[in-house]
C-alpha cells in the first residue's frame, strides 16, 4: 500500500488531528502522552531522540520507543535530531514500524544544538536538509515531518518552508520564534509568520507558540488557518488543556503518577512533571519542594504529592468567603494554570517571587543563605549545594586564572606558549614544538620519526650490502666450477 502524503495522510492517518502535543526531552515520555490523550490531546510526539545513539544503541530504543505495546498511543510521531543523511534513514528505519510518521527536529534552540551541529542550528544548510528529506523520503515506509523555527524575514521562513515541502515534507510544524528567542528572551511567537507559511505550502501545517489555554487555540487556528495547534509548555502545567478546563493539581498528579506505575519511566522524569504541576503551590510550601527535590524513590514522590494535596485541601476548608487568588495568579494555586514566563528584564523580588507579566505570577527567585548573606542562585547552583553544603559560590572567592594570549580562556599554569591547551595545540602543531605542561610532544614525536626512518634507510643499506656480496661470493663459484 502505498503511502499517504500531504492532506490525505492528515486526515486518514493522523485523523484529522488539531490537538497536538509537542515533542519535549525527558518530558513527553509514554506515561505523559498517555494521561494527555485521556485529556483532549489527538495527537502525540516522542521525546527528540538522537539518531546516532538510537542507531548504536539497542538499550536506547528500548527505553524510548521498543517498550510495552500500547495501543492507545496512536497516532504517534518519532522526532529524530541529526546532520547526516544516512544516519538519520538509518535510525528511521528502526523506528518505522513504531510510528506513523517521522519527524526530523529543525526547531531545538538550546546550547546542546549548537554544539551537536542539529536542531534550529540547521536552518541555513538548505543543500544538507534537502538531501535528508529527499533520501527519507525515497527510502520510509511512513511520511516525513519537520518541525522549524522562523528566520525575522517572513519571506526567507516561506522559501525555506517551500523547499522542505518540495524535498518531500509531507507535514510541517512552525514555532513561531526564532532561534534566538529562547528562555527569558523567548517574547511572543509570531503568528504571522506561521499565517504566511500556511498560506505558501500545500502541505499540513501546526502551529506552536503562545498556547497557554484552549481559547489561544482556537484563536490560532482562526487567525491562522493552520490544521493544527501544539503545545509544550502550556500542556506540561496543564494536561487537560485541550479539553478546556482547569482541574485540581493533584487530580492530575495522581492520575499520571497512577500511569507511571504501570509504564515506568526515569524517577528525574516524574520530578520534573510534578515540578511543572505543583509549580505555583511550590512557591507558597517552599519545604516540599526542597523534598520533593531530594526524593529518591518513587514512593518518595507519592508521599511529597500526598503532602502536598493535604496542605491545599487545609487551605481551602480554612478559606474565608470571597477570598481571592494572591499575587496575580488566574487561580488558587492549586489548579491548573499557565506559567508565563518572565521577560529579560524583570527582576525577583525581595520576597523571592519574581515580577509579573500579564497579571501572571512568575518564576521565584532561588534563594540560599550563606554566611548570613542572602544570595541568588540559579537552579544547577542550588542542586550543587545541596550535593555539597560547603560548596561557595562567591564570585570573590573564586581563584583567578591568567588568560590564554591567544583567545581570552585561562591559560595551562605550565604552558610554554601561555596559552589555552586548544591554542597551545594549534601552534605546536604548527611549529612542531613540544608542550611538556599540555602533554603535548610534536617535535619529540617529528624526532623520533626522523630517527626511526634513519635508522630505516642504514638497515636497508645493510641488507642491500649484504646481498650484494653473498652475489659476488655465488658468481666466483660459478665461475670456478665452469673453469674445471
Known sequence: MPKLRGEAFWR????????????????????????????????CYTPMLHAQVF????????ENLYGEACPEDRPLIVQFCANDPEVFVQAALLAQ?????????????????????????????????????LLANEKLSV????????FPEIDKTVKYAQMLEKAGCQLLTVHGRTKEQKGPLAGVASWEHIQAVRKAVSIPVFA??????LSDVEECIRKTGVHGVMSAEGNLHNPALFEGRNPLVWEMAEEYLEIVQKYPCPLSYVRAH?????????????????????????????????????????????QKEGEKPKEGLLFFHWICQPYIRPGPKERCKENGASGTEKGVRGKRALEEEEDGNS??????????????????????????????????????????????????KKRAFKETADCPGHGLHFKTKYEKSLSWQSSQRVTQNQEITRRGDVDVGETAVLKEAGDR
Not at 506552536?208 to 489555554?213: A, K, L, T, W
Open 55 to 62: 542507531l548504536r544503541d539497542a538499550n536506547y530504543r528500548r
Open 274 to 318: 510534578l515540578f511543572k504541576l505543583w509549580h505555583h503551590t511550590l512557591q507558597v510550601y517552599q519545604q516540599l519542594r526542597e523534598e520533593l527535590a531530594k526524593v529518591k524513590t518513587l514512593e518518595g514522590i507519592l508521599d511529597v504529592n500526598r503532602e502536598l494535596k493535604l496542605r491545599c485541601q487545609e487551605e481551602i476548608a480554612n
Open 97 to 133: 514500524d513504531y510510528c506513523d510518521a517521522i519527524d526530523l527536529n529543525l526547531g531545538c534552540p538550546q546550547m546542546i544544538a549548537k554544539r551537536g551541529h542539529y536542531g534550529a542550528f540547521l536552518q541555513e544548510e538548505w543543500d544538507l536538509l534537502q538531501r535528508m528529506i
Open 375 to 424: 544570595e541568588l542562585l540559579s537552579k544547577n547552583k542550588q542542586k550543587k549545594k545541596l550535593r555539597n553544603p560547603n560548596k561557595s559560590f562567591d564570585p570573590s572567592l573564586k581563584p583567578k586564572y591568567a588568560k590564554c594570549d591567544q583567545c581570552g580562556n585561562p591559560k595551562g599554569n605550565k604552558c610554554v606558549f601561555n596559552m589555552c591547551r586548544g591554542c597551545c
Open 208 to 213: 506552536n507558540g503562545n498556547i497557554q489555554c
Open 12 to 43: 486518514e492517518t493522523l485523523r484529522s488531528a488539531h490537538y497536538v502535543v509537542a515533542p519535549m526531552v525527558d518530558q513527553s515520555e509514554l506515561a505523559w502522552r498517555l494521561l494527555s490523550r485521556r485529556h483532549g490531546a489527538q495527537l
Open 143 to 150: 511520511p516525513i515531518t519537520c518541525k522549524i523555527r522562523v
